[in-house]
C-alpha cells in the first residue's frame, strides 16, 4: 500500500504558492511530510493525525481530511529554499506499524 | 543531540566482497529502520527494529543482514550482493514503533556494487 501524490512535479517563480496532495484508499492513521534535497536526507516537516487538524510551520501549512482519506501540503510565497523533492509518507495503524511513502513531488522554485 | 550517523558515506564493493554499514543514533530512540532509495524514488523501507527486535522486513533477500547490537546501533552486513543493489541506504530512528512521531533520517550511505 503506497499513498498516491500529485502533482509529480512542479515548477515555481519565488514568491508562488504551491499546494501537493496525497491520497489513500486505505485508512490512513497519520500522514508525515518530509522534504528531501538532492544528495541529501528526508527532513522532517509535520505530522497530521486523524481529526481534520491542520498544521503550519512558517509558510508551510498542511491539512488532513480524515473523510476523504487525503493530505495537502500548502507552500506560500515560495523561497528558492522550498525546491527540493516532497514525500507524504502514511502511518498504518493496525498489527503492522510503519511508514510508507509516495512517489514524491519535486518542486523548483526559480528566481 | 538529533543525530543519526551513517557510516562509511560512500563504499564501492565487488560482488563477492562482504562489508557492513553502520548506524548510531543517541536520542533514545527504541525504533530504528533501515530505507533503500533508488534515485529519483521515495525510500523503500527495509527492516524495522523495534526494541532491539526485528520488528518488520520487508521480504528483502538474505543478501542484506540486519543486526542491532543494542539501542544506539543499528548495522546492515552485505554480502554477494548485484549491482541492481547499488542505491542509498538511509537509517533512521523515531521515539518508538508505535508512537506516531517524527522520523529522524541519516545521510545515508551511498553503496555501488561493481
Known amino acids: 500500500q503506497q499513498p498516491v501524490q500529485s502533482p509529480q512535479a512542479v515548477i515555481l517563480r519565488e514568491g508562488e504558492d504551491a499546494v501537493i496532495n496525497c491520497s489513500s484508499s486505505?485508512?490512513?492513521?497519520?500522514v508525515h511530510w518530509y522534504r528531501q534535497k538532492h544528495g541529501e536526507a528526508p527532513v522532517f516537516l509535520m505530522i497530521?493525525?486523524?481529526?481534520?487538524e491542520q498544521k503550519g510551520h512558517e509558510k508551510i501549512s498542511a491539512s488532513f481530511n480524515e473523510k476523504k482519506q487525503q493530505s495537502s501540503l500548502y507552500l506560500t510565497a515560495s523561497q528558492l529554499s522550498y525546491s527540493g523533492t516532497y514525500f507524504c509518507g502514511s502511518f498504518y495503524g493496525g498489527s503492522n506499524y510503519k511508514l510508507t511513502f509516495g512517489k514524491g513531488t519535486l518542486l523548483t522554485v526559480n528566481p | 543531540d538529533t543525530e543519526v550517523t551513517q557510516t562509511p558515506k560512500h563504499l564501492v564493493m565487488g560482488m563477492t566482497n562482504k562489508k557492513s554499514l553502520k548506524c548510531e543514533q543517541h536520542?533514545?530512540?527504541?525504533?530504528m529502520y533501515w530505507y533503500k532509495q533508488k534515485a529519483k524514488k521515495p525510500p523503500e523501507l527495509m527492516f524495522v527494529?523495534?526494541?532491539?527486535?526485528?520488528?518488520i522486513n520487508e521480504s528483502v533477500p538474505s543478501r542484506f543482514s540486519p543486526e542491532c547490537p543494542n539501542s544506539s546501533l543499528l548495522n546492515l552486513h552485505l554480502h554477494a550482493l548485484q549491482p541492481e543493489d547499488s542505491a542509498l541506504y538511509l537509517c533512521a530512528s523515531s521515539r518508538d514503533q508505535r508512537t506516531v512521531t517524527e522520523a529522524f533520517f541519516g545521510q545515508g550511505t551511498r553503496l555501488t556494487v561493481v
Open positions: 536520542m533514545g530512540h527504541r525504533a
Open positions: 486505505k485508512a490512513l492513521y497519520s
Open positions: 497530521l493525525l486523524k481529526g481534520g
Open positions: 527494529y523495534s526494541y532491539e527486535k526485528l520488528s
